[in-house]
Nanobody
Framework: QVQLVESGGGLVQPGGSLRVSCVVS????????MGWYRQAPGKQRELVAH???????NYTESVKGRFTISRDSAKNTVDLQMNSLKPEDTAVYYC???????????????WGQGTQVTVSS
């Protein structure tokens, strides 16, 4: 009943920029935390950035100063602006939301299908 749909991603040269977006739909009361994770081939999924309902943000060290996360609570969207991209940023990027559903009244984590970001010349 809850869906996260990502858009954006693609192929970009080193030093370039890319923006990924995610919209959350379904029946829920509120979204507490929204964020982006990534998983590179052969590696574990890692947190890239997340943003709370109050607007507090947290970034993994390797993207600080290059990536910016933002959310629109009215539209239930979260964006990740990625600048100065490096080959090591290449990964599948997953949207994440922690929310309370109407159906269960529980707070659970939900994930998008993922979108590929490739940084290569």
């Amino acid at each position: 009943q809850v869906q996260l749909v990502e858009s954006g991603g693609g192929l970009v040269q080193p030093g370039g920029s890319l923006r990924v977006s995610c919209v959350v739909s379904g029946r829920f009361f509120s979204i507490y935390v929204m964020g982006w994770y990534r998983q590179a081939p052969g590696k574990q999924r890692e947190l890239v950035a997340h943003i709370s309902s109050g607007g507090s943000t947290n970034y993994t060290e390797s993207v600080k100063g290059r990536f910016t996360i933002s959310r629109d609570s009215a539209k239930n969207t979260v964006d990740l602006q990625m600048n100065s991209l490096k080959p090591e940023d290449t990964a599948v990027y997953y949207c994440h939301a922690r929310l309370r559903t109407i159906a269960t009244l529980r707070i659970d984590d939900y994930w998008g299908q993922g979108t590929q970001v490739t940084v290569s010349s």
